[in-house]
C-alpha cells in the first residue's frame, strides 16, 4: 500500500513548483526588460525542473506507473495540492515579484531543511533545488528593495501587490494530519520552525524596502486540500490543452 | 570485450549540445561508468534541474556507444551529490574561455543582498573592468556579462554551489 503522507507531502511540493513555474513563464515574451524576461523564465525553467523531479517521485510513491507528465497534464483542479498565492495571476512585475519573494524566503528555509530528510530521494532533490533557490531569492529579494525604495509610482505598487498578496501566506504553514506522521518520522520538517526564518526574511527585506506588514491578517487557505481559487482552472487550460487536444502526443 | 578506460575515451568525443567545445566528463556532468552483470551503466547528473540539455546529452551517450558497437547500455540521472562548479575540471575551464564564456569563480555570499558582483575577466581581452548585466542569462547555468573596456557582451558561468 502507497504511503498516503508522503504521496501527498510530495506532490504538494511538486505542484507548488509547476504551478508557479507555468505563471512565471506567461512573462516570456512580455518581460519590462529583456534582463528580466529571461531572468523569469530562467527561474522558471528551474522550478519546472524541480517539478519534473517531484511528480516523478510522487508517481513513484503512487505505484500506478504515472510519471511527471501524467500528473502534470492529466489531472483536474481539485486534484492539484499547490497553494493559492502561486496560482494568482501575474498582475504587474511588482505583484509578480512580491508573489515570488513571499515564496522563495518559504522555499529557501523549507528546502535547507528537506536536506536532512530521512527519505533519501526528498533529500537529494532538495539538496538540487536549494542551489537553485538561493538565486531566486537573492533576485526577488534585490527587486522588492529596489521597487519599495524606489519611486513613488514603483512603491505604491509593490505595497499593494504585499496588501493583496498577504492574505495567501499562512497557508504556506499549514500542516494537515497525515503531515503531522510525516514530521514524527523525521521526513519533513515541522513547520512552525520554518515560518519563523520565513518571518525574518520577511520583516528585513520589508524594512529595508520601506514597506508596511498589512494590519488586516484574514487568510484564505484550500489549495493543499484542493480548494483553489478560479484562477487555477484557466491556468491548466492553458498547461494542459495540447494533452487534453491530442492525447499521448510527444515531441 | 571493451574496458571502463575505453568507453571512458569514447565518451570525451560526447559533448555538452549548448557549450560544444565541453565534454560531459569536463562539466562534471558524467558521473560514473560501470559495468553490471550484462550491461554498461553510464551515471550523470544535471547542472540545474531544469537543465533541457539532460535529455540530449543522455541521448547523445546512447548513440556514440552505438557507434562505437557498445549496445548494452543504460544511462541513470542522479541528482545527489548534487552537481556543483567545482566539478568542472581545469581543462574545461581553459577550453570555455577560448571559447568565449568566463569560466566560475569564487563568489560572494547569495545571502548578501545588492553585494559587488564577483570580478569577472572578459574572456575576450582579459580585462577587469566588466560588469554584470544580469544574474539569470542564455541558460540556467549562464549569467549575462559586459566588458567595459573592449565594450564585448559574453556568458558567464556562474558559480553553482
Keep these: 500500500m502507497k504511503n498516503e503522507a508522503l504521496y501527498n507531502y510530495v506532490l504538494h511540493l511538486g505542484d507548488d513548483s509547476l504551478i508557479l513555474g507555468q505563471r512565471l513563464g506567461e512573462w516570456c515574451g512580455h518581460g519590462p526588460i529583456l534582463e528580466e524576461d529571461i531572468a523569469m523564465t530562467n527561474i522558471s525553467l528551474d522550478l519546472i525542473g524541480q517539478a519534473m523531479s517531484l511528480l516523478d517521485y510522487a508517481g513513484e510513491i503512487d505505484g500506478q506507473g504515472k510519471d511527471h507528465d501524467a500528473l502534470a497534464f492529466l489531472r483536474f483542479e481539485h486534484e492539484y495540492r499547490n497553494v493559492l498565492l502561486l496560482e494568482q495571476p501575474n498582475g504587474d512585475f511588482a505583484n509578480t515579484m512580491m508573489r515570488q519573494f513571499l515564496f522563495d524566503a518559504f522555499r529557501k528555509p523549507l528546502y535547507e531543511q528537506l536536506v536532512a530528510s530521512k527519505d533519501v530521494q526528498i533529500s537529494a532533490i532538495a539538496e538540487k533545488s536549494l542551489k537553485e533557490t538561493k538565486y531566486h531569492l537573492k533576485h526577488s529579494s534585490e527587486w522588492i528593495i529596489r521597487l519599495g525604495d524606489g519611486t513613488e509610482e514603483s512603491h505604491n505598487r509593490v505595497q499593494n501587490a504585499l496588501d493583496h498578496l498577504w492574505r495567501y501566506t499562512d497557508e504556506l504553514f499549514s500542516e494537515s494530519d497525515l503531515d503531522q506522521s510525516l514530521v514524527d518520522a523525521g521526513i519533513v520538517p515541522s513547520m512552525s520552525e520554518i515560518k519563523i526564518q520565513w518571518a525574518e526574511t520577511v520583516r528585513s527585506v520589508l524594512e529595508e524596502a520601506t514597506l508596511m506588514i498589512p494590519t488586516n491578517n484574514w487568510q484564505f487557505e484550500g489549495g493543499r486540500r484542493g480548494v483553489h481559487s478560479e484562477h487555477l482552472g484557466f491556468l491548466l487550460a492553458d498547461l494542459q490543452y495540447m494533452q487534453r487536444a491530442y492525447p499521448n502526443m510527444t515531441w | ?161
Design chain 2, 1 to 161: 570485450m571493451v574496458t571502463k578506460e575505453t568507453i571512458l575515451s569514447w565518451l570525451e568525443e560526447v559533448c555538452d549540445p549548448e557549450i560544444p567545445v565541453l565534454s560531459l566528463a569536463d562539466l562534471g556532468v558524467l558521473r560514473d561508468v560501470e559495468y553490471l552483470k550484462n550491461e554498461w551503466l553510464i551515471t550523470i547528473t544535471p547542472t540545474y534541474s531544469g537543465c533541457p540539455a539532460m535529455k540530449t546529452m543522455e541521448a547523445d551517450v546512447l548513440s556514440k556507444l552505438k557507434e562505437k558497437g557498445v549496445d548494452d547500455v543504460r544511462v541513470e540521472l542522479v541528482l545527489s551529490p548534487a552537481w556543483t562548479t567545482d566539478w568542472l575540471s581545469e581543462e574545461g575551464r581553459k577550453k570555455l574561455r577560448s571559447f568565449g564564456i568566463a569560466p566560475p569563480e569564487d563568489e560572494v555570499d547569495k545571502s548578501v543582498l545588492f553585494a559587488a558582483p564577483t570580478v569577472v575577466p572578459c574572456p575576450k581581452c582579459g580585462s577587469r573592468e566588466t560588469k554584470m548585466v544580469s544574474q539569470f542569462g542564455s541558460t540556467a547555468c549562464k549569467a549575462h556579462y559586459k566588458c567595459l573596456s573592449c565594450l564585448e557582451p559574453f556568458d558567464y558561468f556562474k558559480c553553482l554551489k
